[in-house]
């Protein structure tokens, strides 16, 4: 476990060999659970499935943008509590969980909110983060459906590949020098994760659609067994 945790830590720098290599730590059962949980977010991940990915992404975001969001209100890393980032991340994560919208606001805002203060200047950083904030993160939460998907893809095919080179590890030669080519790892999850976010915008039907076809279904059915009832009442045949 702490061999996995301190490979993790390559995601928060520019690493990819050290994001792909990640895969020789997981086992057989755990690469087959990824590929399975990595389909199922790019088939499903962006409706009501969702949440299974703002919770972490909400942690995520708590922790990685808490340090840069204090130090541009001049708050430097040794001013304020060490525990703050992790506390940001925990309600963010019940954010996630709870209300996903939540995180598709902040995940939209927080960033162009960040660049149009850079642009404004330290002294003017709120005149230009916060409006920016505001309207990116309305803007985020308008197409949460959009966003959700493209996030749920994006998780569901590295989760695919990495699950993939995992299960497949057994086999050797061939799944090391695949991984051996990082970039070429990275080009295939993004073409999933594309493939992901088209079939679940453009094809696949939204939460609400689903819900209003199967609630014709059932009214179909019901009034189907309403005539069959009456039918089988008058003798009818």
Known sequence: MEALLQALKSYQEYNPPGWVGIYRLLPMWAGIACCALGLTLLLVGGGRAFRLVAGPLGAIMGLAWTPVVASKFGLPPGSYDPRL???????????GFLAPPGITFLGVGIPLGLVAGQIAGQEDFLLGFIPVLLLGGVAGAFLHRAVGAIASSVV???LLVIGALAALHTFGGLVTAVANQPW????AAGLFAL???VYQIAVRPSP???????AE?????LRKAEQKALERRWGVK
Do not use: T
């Open 217 to 221: 279904k059932e009214r179909l059915k």
């Open 184 to 187: 070429g790892v990275i080009i």
């Open 156 to 158: 569901g095919a590295w």
């Open 208 to 214: 609400e659609e689903m819900d209003r076809i199967r």
């Open 85 to 95: 980032p992790s506390l940001v991340a925990a309600m963010l994560a019940i954010v």
């Open 195 to 197: 493939a992901g976010s």
